[in-house]
């Protein structure tokens, strides 16, 4: 399950639905809106294997890897968030919910950035990889 953060703008979420890209978001379909971003969290976990995106950089912390759940916090402008959650979910390293489930990541220009739950360091994965 993909879930989008509530502040994503209706324009990127338009342009999910034309590529036939199921998500639900919180504020609309999931949570209150406004939701604290720690009462997010208990949210993730009753879901089955969401895929969490997000443009608060607060969410990019190795601390909150877990295996029930991936988090992207998507460091683009607001007008590339759709593409941006495409190439994350058509990359090698991320395209299943399988392969998300555990990673904290990062997705920029350049390629993501992601710590994956039992792996220490950082890691990254180039768009082309």
Known sequence: MKVLDEHIIAQQCENLRQWRIPFRQIGWHLSARGALDENLIPVLQQLSKPTFFTHDKDFFEASLCHSHYAIVYLDVADTETAEFIWRVLRHRMFDTSAKRMGIVARAQVGG??????????????????
């Open 112 to 129: 993501v950035q992601y710590w994956a739950k039992g792996k220490s360091p950082l890691q990254s994965a180039k768009w082309s990889d």
